[in-house]
Structures are given as C-alpha cells and as structure tokens.
C-alpha cells in the first residue's frame, strides 16, 4: 500500500497522465473542427467516387496501428519533403516529439467523429436547412446555428469517442512518436513499459487512471442521452 500511495505522489506516474491529456486534448481540438466539417460536406454531396473517399477516411479504423505508424513515419518522415520541410521550419523534425504523438492521436480517432458527424447531419430534414437559406441566412449561418444545434448530440459523441480514442492511442504513437520519458511517453506506452519492466504497482495506476478518465467521459455521453 505504501508502494502505491508513494507512485502516486511521484513525477514518474504524472508525467504521462499529463502528458496523455494534453496529447488527447490538443488532438481533439483538430479532430472536432476537421470531423463536423468534414461529416457535413459527406453528408450532403454527391459526386463520383464518394464511397472510395469514405472509405480512405474510415480506415484507420481498420488498418493496425502499426501500418499507421509505418505511413506517419513514412509521411513525416525526415527524408520525405513534408518531414524536411517541418525540419527547417521549427528547427527540429517532428518525429519523436509530442506532436508526433499529437498527429498519431488525430489520425487514428479521426475516423470515429467523421462518422458520428456524418451520421447527425445526415439526419437532419434538408427542408429546415433549406428554410434558413431561403429566410436570408447563409451557408455559414445556417451551418452555425441550424445545423450543428440539430446535430449536438451526435457531435458531442463523436467527441467523447474520439477523446478516448486518442488517449488510448497506443501503436502508431510508439512507432511515430516513440516512449521517451518525460517527453513523448504517453500512459499506454508507459503501461507497456512498466509491465515489461515488471513494475505491476504503476502499472496497475497508470490503468486505473486511464480506466478512470475514460469512464467519466463514455458517462458524459450516456448522460446526455436522457
């Protein structure tokens, strides 16, 4: 119990807590601007070869979060243009850096707000949405304030879901961003690390803490649906 109480209190058990929050914080803003923007375009356009853009948005989903890694790395990568020009832009290449854990996070938990995303929009009546363009207002305002209040609920999942996914972000984040400790050691590659290590007291916090976070987020959810 003393073993416990004494990681609890230690900057070895907070630093990834902290570190995982920020990462699923940070990648959450992104995910939620570019999923209800992106949910609201597929939900409403036609055009040739939609299934197979669907389809390219959805698999992360699907594919292992190793092959994900292996795509970042590629893409970023430091002898890949992207990578090069980030290098000489910030000075430094953003593998193995917080925001390589960032950009993991938000590739992998993308998919899950552009689904629910899509799926609110899609169910609204186009009849009310075209009844505010024809009383003045504009692609954008009826978007604001028609659109996204009918859709709150499925957006406000898609949220939530994409959050835990984030924060549980495991493969691509240790291939990408790698498990530095106090720098790009998030609380899933510090469980990995600790149960490796046989350190079963900080692992054992460490998924409660994620357990713990998770929780109250997926209850958020349900709450709101009475």
Not at 146 to 166: D, E, K
């Amino acid at each position: 119990m003393d073993s416990l109480l004494n990681n609890l209190g230690s900057a070895e058990f907070w630093a990834p807590v902290q570190l995982s929050l920020k990462v699923a914080m940070l990648s959450s803003v992104f995910i939620i601007l570019l999923g209800t923007l992106t949910g609201r375009l597929m939900a409403r356009a036609t055009f040739r070869g939609k299934a197979a853009v669907e389809t390219l948005i959805m698999l992360p989903l699907v594919l292992p979060p190793t092959v994900v890694g292996f795509f970042l790395i590629i893409i970023f990568g430091r002898n890949s243009i992207i990578g090069q020009g980030i290098e000489q832009l910030f000075d430094q290449p953003v593998i193995f850096t917080w925001w390589a854990a960032v950009i993991a996070s938000l590739v992998v938990a993308f998919p899950l707000m552009y689904q629910t995303a899509k799926s609110g929009f899609a169910d609204i009546d186009s009849a009310v949405e075209e009844a505010g363009r024809v009383d003045g207002g504009s692609e954008w305002k009826v978007f604001l304030y028609l659109s996204v209040p009918l859709a709150a609920r499925s957006l406000l999942s898609g949220s939530v879901l994409s959050f835990a996914r984030a924060l549980g972000e495991f493969g691509a984040t240790f291939m990408f961003a790698g498990n530095i400790p106090g720098q790009t050691q998030t609380i899933p590659t510090a469980i990995y690390v600790a149960l490796d290590s046989g350190n079963m007291h900080l692992a054992w916090l460490w998924v409660g803490a994620i357990m713990l976070i998770s929780f109250f987020m997926l209850l958020l959810v349900q709450l709101k649906k009475w």
